[in-house]
């Protein structure tokens, strides 16, 4: 006998191919999920969810092993929110959830951010490259930060989401990240005058050929220079 496939998930399955496209033969019947919000089949090749306010959304491969794996409409990400699609570059594939996304290359397999992060990342991703591990609190417990093959965007509630990258980026991290006395990034990496500087709360670092990365931390409305360089 075979499995129910039926309203929009069978809609959506249907403009798939059906049993032959890359979904395949159903696995289930159609079912509630355990939220008790959803409904959901699974197929040889991945599984549609539904929900009243989402609809039905298809996620396969690496991208739904890693939703899986965070627990799937229970997680922090709750439900898909459209089919997994390609990045454009022939190389990342993402789908976009209720909560986030989840963004998967070969080179860098499956991560997943969040919140300011993830439309930051979006904006930055031509160069700041993919995602090499998920989105985490940081140490302070206050901000979040997700590092990529090229940089790293950090997020807090007084600064937002900022870029920082290269030498910049080292030095801020010998000075132990957001936990030293620059705090978080208030800028993204922009050119000042011959030289390049992120802001950060607690100062600034710039960067030339000449001088490397050098830090300036402000401390009680003085400026004080960390001649150390790169």
Sequence with gaps: MGFKVYGAIGAKWASLGGANGFLGEPLTDETGTPDGIGRYNH???????WTSGTGAAEVHGAIRDKWASLGWERSSLRYPIEDETGMGDGR??????MGGTIVWTRETGAMMMYGEVSPKWMRERSWIGYPIEDEKVAPDG???FIHCQHGSIYWSPETGAHEVHGAIRDKWGQLRWERGALGYPTSDEF???DRRRSNFAGGFITWSSA????ASVSLEGDVVLNP???
């Design 43 to 49: 197929f040889r090749g991945g599984s549609i969810y």
């Design 92 to 97: 990342g594939r993402y789908s976009n959830f």
């Design 142 to 144: 206050r901000g979040h």
């Design 191 to 193: 050119q000042d005058g």
């Design 211 to 214: 001088t490397g990365a050098v």
């Design 228 to 230: 150390v360089s790169d």
